[in-house]
């Protein structure tokens, strides 16, 4: 482990050598040194980074000085790409000094050259797909020549999910090099292959969690992890930990069988079992399932175990030496076939620690289980392992206790921002609306929208909380005022964002999903409009389950903190360099009335506030006027 002045020495060489000689950052400075003194004595650090820190670096110098073998992972798989296409190599760069660093992903986003070459001598595999996916495949079979990693995220193009899905595997489904005729050409097996040698590997935090409870590791042994934008973690947890079913799965099941028994009684029987499935799920659907379950759902379950079953078994009569390709083929129906058996006796057996429920469409439910807590979950796979630095711009004021990190057992520091939020914004409160549940809500949330447009001269981010708000504020709106407005619905996200930065006078709509991530910085933003207070659903039934643990506390444990972090994460977008301007509007009038505001507040950065209209509309015309 480096002294900390030698993390100060790499710290002041990297950021000398970004682009106009970089700028000194205390909190950066000061997260690095937390991070360092972590690594050296083992102790997990919670640690929130505001926008404009610079917290990748911070934590990625100690990392790359410290001696033993570390994982970080990010929450988005553009994040992986950015730690190892740009920051982990400039940073060599800057340190005059090697640096062993890997990417790896789950096994879906490496072409599987084995799949490969089965379509490429089987021209039966592509008699039942469209002219479109069978160009897409041949596409792909030029590229596997070419790359030298197999990673989807160096496509130049965007290959039908029906191509890729026909050259990929899941983990559930591989069977590994030993056992794969390709196991020596296989993409993923190198992209391990290169994070056993590394000192640095670069995850999604999905992967991540899947290792922690796999009963086979999926990555390196390491005694550092770094989990950027740690504010997601809980709800990754949830989902690693758990299971999902659905009707998918069985006719996914299905026609791998069909690859190798063209005849299959078992198939056909399969995919009635999926059918089954979605019929008996429906009545269920966004409601947690009772214990014991219903007769109903469980002689589904039982009738589709044995099919699952009885598929195994017509797999398992195929000969071992079949001619071609079938035995590859077969080896992954099997293995696919033993993890939706595994599945279907543990939702039968849901212990009084977990929840289940079902979720998804209407057309598609999904048989969903979870921990209820995470607590004991993490310490057995997790703090008693590893050590653990968590960051994020936003960081849940209840992380620790949700995530079963004790007081003593980890330090906490929040290093704010470096960016000059009293100088440069304000936060608007429209404490004069009716409240959002009350019939009158809505009409006047349209007309405050359209006044605040107009004086920032488009040049908005609007987030609505639902899908039916933001249409119908599009659609009131679009009558209102001459600036183009696109909704999330209208093109790809990428597109989106390019046309909204390009376009200067434009508008964005967006729900949830564009809460965090969108990076729009200049003069194409300079107001950022939030509907309602982004509270989780009432009938969640996973939240449900754990306030009913909480009991009287469960608003303050469960629903106050997911809505402030949220809220957080969307005020976040304003700001997102130093010479950034704007207003932030929050068009609920909670915000300056409900008894648990200043929770809220305390955790937005420090903007000058007001809850009168006219202030904020003098700023918005004073940036859109270049004064």
Same mark, same amino acid.
């Given at each position: ?241 758990? @299971?999902?079913?659905? *009707? &998918?799965?069985?006719?996914? =099941? +299905? !026609? ?5 028994? $063209? %005849?299959? /009684? ?67 129906? @099997?293995?696919?076939? *033993? &993890?939706?058996?595994?599945? =279907? +006796? !543990? ?5 009084? $620690? %977990?929840? /289940? ?72 409160? &429209? ?5 959002? !549940? ?5 009409? $006047? ?183």
């Amino acid at each position: 482990m480096p002294e900390i002045t030698a993390v100060d020495e790499a710290l002041e060489a990297a950021v000398s050598a970004l682009e106009g000689g970089g700028e000194r950052r205390p909190g950066q400075r000061d997260m690095s040194h937390a991070v360092a003194e972590a690594v050296e004595s083992g102790r997990h650090l919670v640690v929130a980074a505001g926008t404009g820190t610079g917290k990748s670096l911070a934590y990625l110098v100690p990392l790359v000085l410290s001696d033993g073998p570390s994982v970080v992972a990010t929450a988005t798989k553009t994040l992986q790409d950015q730690l190892v296409g740009k920051d982990l190599p400039q940073l060599a760069e800057a340190l005059g000094r090697p640096v062993r660093f890997a990417v790896l992903k789950g096994r879906s986003n490496y072409l599987c050259v084995q799949r490969l070459e089965e379509h490429l001598a089987n021209d039966q595999l592509s008699l039942d797909i469209t002219e479109g996916t069978r160009a897409d495949i041949s596409r792909l079979a030029a590229w596997a020549t070419r790359t030298g990693t197999g990673d989807r995220a160096e496509l130049q193009f965007e290959p039908s999910a029906a191509a890729w899905d026909a050259l990929s595997v899941s983990g559930r489904e591989c069977p590994g090099t030993q056992r794969c005729p390709s196991g020596e050409a296989c993409f993923a097996e190198k992209a391990r292959h290169r994070a056993d040698a590394a000192d640095i590997v670069v995850v999604n935090t999905h992967l991540y969690c899947l290792h922690l409870f796999s009963d086979t590791p999926l990555l390196p042994e390491h005694d550092t992890v770094v989990i950027d934008e740690a504010h997601g973690l809980e709800d990754i947890v949830s989902d690693t930990a758990g @299971l999902s079913l659905t *009707g &998918a799965r069985f006719d996914e =099941l +299905a !026609r791998s069988i069909r690859a190798v028994v $063209a %005849e299959s /009684a078992a198939a056909g029987d399969l995919e009635d079992a999926g059918v089954r499935l979605r019929q008996a799920l429906a009545p269920f659907r966004d409601k947690p399932l009772p214990a014991p379950l219903p007769s109903e759902l469980q002689d589904v379950a039982v009738l589709a175990r044995g099919r699952v079953d009885q598929a195994t078994a017509e797999l398992r009569a195929v000969p071992g030496d079949a001619p071609g390709d079938v035995g590859p083929r077969k080896l992954r129906a @099997l293995l696919s076939a *033993g &993890a939706l058996a595994e599945d =279907l +006796a !543990r939702a039968l057996e849901t212990g009084p $620690a %977990e929840v /289940a429920w079902v979720s998804g469409a209407e057309s598609a439910p999904a048989w969903r289980i979870a921990p209820i807590q995470l607590g004991d979950l993490l310490t057995e796979h997790l703090w008693d392992n590893t050590t653990a630095v968590l960051t994020s711009a936003t960081i849940p004021m209840n992380l620790g206790e949700v995530l079963g990190l004790q007081p003593d057992d980890h330090d906490a520091l929040d290093v704010g921002s470096p960016f000059d939020y009293e100088a440069n914004g304000l936060l608007y409160c &429209a404490k004069h609306l009716p409240d959002p !549940r009350s019939p009158g809500y809505e009409s $006047a949330l349209h007309e405050e929208l359209a006044a605040l447009i107009e004086a920032a001269g488009g040049r908005t981010l609007a987030l609505f909380t639902s899908y039916r708000a933001m249409d119908r504020a599009a659609e009131a709106l679009r009558a209102q005022i001459d600036f183009e407005i696109y909704t999330q619905r209208d093109l790809p996200k990428p597109e989106l964002l390019r046309r909204f930065a390009a376009e200067t006078e434009s508008c964005l709509f967006a729900t949830m999903s564009m809460w965090q991530g969108v990076d729009v910085p200049g003069e194409s933003l300079s107001l950022v409009a939030i509907d309602r207070l982004p509270f989780p659903r009432p009938d969640d039934p996973l939240l449900e389950a754990r306030r009913e643990r909480c009991g009287p506390n469960a608003f303050r444990l469960v629903d106050l903190p997911r809505a402030t972090t949220r809220l957080a994460q969307g005020v976040g977008r304003l700001i997102r360099r130093g010479d950034d301007r704007g207003v932030v509007a929050v068009l609920d009038s909670r915000m300056a009335r409900a008894g648990y505001r200043w929770e809220m507040v305390r955790a937005l950065p420090p903007f000058p506030r007001t809850a009168e209209r006219d202030r904020a509309e003098t700023l918005l015309r004073t940036i859109r006027d270049g004064v």
